[in-house]
């Protein structure tokens, strides 16, 4: 009888349940794709770069503009672009904002989602006021090579056609000398195209990294009884 309950008692020990054995697993285990592994370099996590790109470019575009103010004041809005680099400096202050709030290709927050979308539309708007600037300063650039000045006073008087006595003429207030205009304005009007196409780019950038984020990087899982067992496959 002492071996029969030796027996039995054994059988009972072999047959038992096997040992549970903890799952080591990311957030894939817990039913949602596992985060990537892309932000290694601190440096290079968007929107930070593309932020700090945008912000340099602003500011020098502003000062630009500053300056050419300084020629002549004169100088029509169009011709001194320095709205243009205030806006994308609040552009690149937005991006600033998504890098402090943990940026993730799938908004968790309300507060993720909006200043996402507003940063995706401001870049838009960003690079389409480049796209103006550049066709601002690319005119007037393309009118300072034909011109022919002449001082007048404290002014400066140029004309595309000095024979022409119907010809347009542009005043330039505060200018005692004309080689500013011919010379100094028309390479910051050649410096505003390099910035702004520059900073075109780096707009465009930034909306294509944002859509292409949100609306084609996603995840496709299939559930097996519960949700401890999901495979999640990044396409």
């Known amino acids: 009888m002492g071996e029969g309950k030796k027996g039995s008692g054994g059988g009972e020990k072999s047959g038992g349940a096997p040992p549970i054995q903890e799952k080591k697993g990311g957030k894939a285990d817990e039913g949602g794709p596992a985060p990537e592994d892309a932000h290694k370099c601190c440096g290079c996590r968007f929107p930070l770069l593309i932020a700090l790109l945008q912000l340099l470019l602003g500011v020098a575009i502003t000062a630009v503009a500053f300056l050419m103010v300084t020629i002549s004041p004169s100088l029509l809005a169009r011709e001194t672009p320095h709205w243009a680099g205030i806006i994308l400096c609040v552009v690149s202050l937005l991006g600033f904002l998504l890098y402090c709030i943990t940026y993730v290709p799938d908004e968790r927050t309300s507060m993720?989602?909006?200043?996402?979308?507003?940063?995706?539309?401001?870049?838009?708007?960003?690079?389409?006021?480049?796209?103006?600037?550049?066709?601002?300063?690319?005119?007037?650039?393309?009118?300072?090579?034909?011109?022919?000045?002449?001082?007048?006073?404290?002014?400066?008087?140029?004309?595309?056609?000095?024979?022409?006595?119907?010809?347009?003429?542009?005043?330039?207030?505060?200018?005692?000398?004309?080689?500013?205009?011919?010379?100094?304005?028309?390479?910051?009007?050649?410096?505003?195209?390099?910035?702004?196409?520059?900073?075109?780019?780096?707009?465009?950038?930034?909306?294509?990294?944002?859509?292409?984020?949100?609306?084609?990087?996603?995840?496709?899982?299939?559930?097996?009884?519960?949700?401890?067992?999901?495979?999640?496959?990044?396409?």
């Open 112 to 235: 993720q989602f909006i200043a996402k979308l507003l940063y995706f539309i401001l870049c838009t708007v960003g690079l389409v006021l480049s796209v103006l600037v550049m066709a601002f300063s690319g005119h007037h650039y393309a009118q300072t090579n034909g011109f022919s000045c002449l001082e007048v006073g404290d002014d400066c008087v140029c004309t595309l056609d000095p024979h022409d006595p119907i010809a347009r003429t542009f005043t330039y207030a505060g200018v005692s000398d004309c080689g500013e205009v011919t010379g100094t304005l028309k390479l910051y009007f050649l410096l505003q195209i390099a910035l702004n196409l520059t900073q075109a780019l780096v707009c465009a950038l930034g909306a294509f990294v944002m859509w292409k984020h949100r609306y084609q990087v996603f995840f496709v899982g299939l559930q097996m009884g519960s949700p401890s067992f999901q495979h999640w496959q990044k396409v």
